[in-house]
T-cell receptor
Framework: GQQLNQSPQSMFIQEGEDVSMNCTSS?????WLWYKQDPGEGPVLLIA?????ELTSNGRLTAQFGITRKDSFLNISASIPSDVGIYFC??????????FGAGTTVTVRA | DTAVSQTPKYLVTQMGNDKSIKCEQN?????MYWYKQDSKKFLKIMFS???????INETVPNRFSPKSPDKAHLNLHINSLELGDSAVYFC???????????FGSGTRLTVV
């Protein structure tokens, strides 16, 4: 299956900071998705991207579908404590299968 | 009104036992999935059904057998459980396999 490299693996945030994470793939995708998982819950869809170059926002979240179709990034602006969790990128080509990155764990800096 | 519901939420069982996990979705989706999340949080697809037909079957031991009695249900039966089967199993559904998946809240399986 396709390999997705997600970075960073983990990050600490301070309230009010802007944070960024990204995902690269060895092959192209037609769809990029970003999910967030809270402890004890399933991943929840944050943003879906369907076209190369597309830039989409959802509140304080902004994500872009890279021009090469092999990468995507997610930005969180003015982070708040409830932003902690695990963020996953996911890519899909033409089949029914979503391939996931390994996740970025976001924690509040003490 | 839970969109994708899985039961049980927690399952602790001994090695060698057979167990089932059930999943139901009320979103009217036509495609359902089972994903396994390991201790490193990596999500890997196991199976997918579209309109009750198996369309994805990744390299999963034969001890795992999915069953979809109708479009709204996808169950997972596991025979002869092993320690390495311990993980969180997520059910998900989608419309036509696109537009993102909706996940259930997971079943944490612990084999002792």
């Amino acid at each position: 299956g396709q390999q997705l490299n997600q970075s960073p693996q983990s990050m600490f945030i301070q309230e009010g900071e802007d944070v960024s994470m990204n995902c690269t793939s060895s092959s192209i995708f037609n769809t990029w998705l970003w999910y967030k998982q809270d402890p004890g819950e399933g991943p929840v869809l944050l943003i879906a991207l369907y076209k190369a170059g597309e830039l989409t926002s959802n509140g304080r979240l902004t994500a872009q579908f890279g021009i090469t179709r092999k990468d995507s990034f997610l930005n969180i602006s003015a982070s708040i404590p409830s932003d902690v969790g695990i963020y996953f990128c996911a890519g899909q080509l033409n089949d029914y299968k979503l391939s996931f990155g390994a996740g970025t764990t976001v924690t509040v800096r003490a | 009104d839970t969109a994708v519901s899985q039961t049980p939420k927690y399952l602790v069982t001994q090695m060698g036992n057979d167990k089932s996990i059930k999943c139901e979705q009320n979103l009217g989706h036509d495609t359902m999935y089972w994903y396994k999340q390991d201790s490193k949080k990596f999500l890997k697809i196991m199976f997918s059904y579209n309109n009750k037909e198996l369309i994805i079957n990744e390299t999963v031991p034969n001890r795992f057998s999915p069953k979809s009695p109708d479009k709204a249900h996808l169950n997972l039966h596991i025979n002869s459980l092993e320690l390495g089967d311990s993980a969180v199993y997520f059910c998900a559904s989608s419309r036509n396999g696109v537009y993102g998946y909706t996940f259930g809240s997971g079943t944490r399986l612990t084999v002792v």
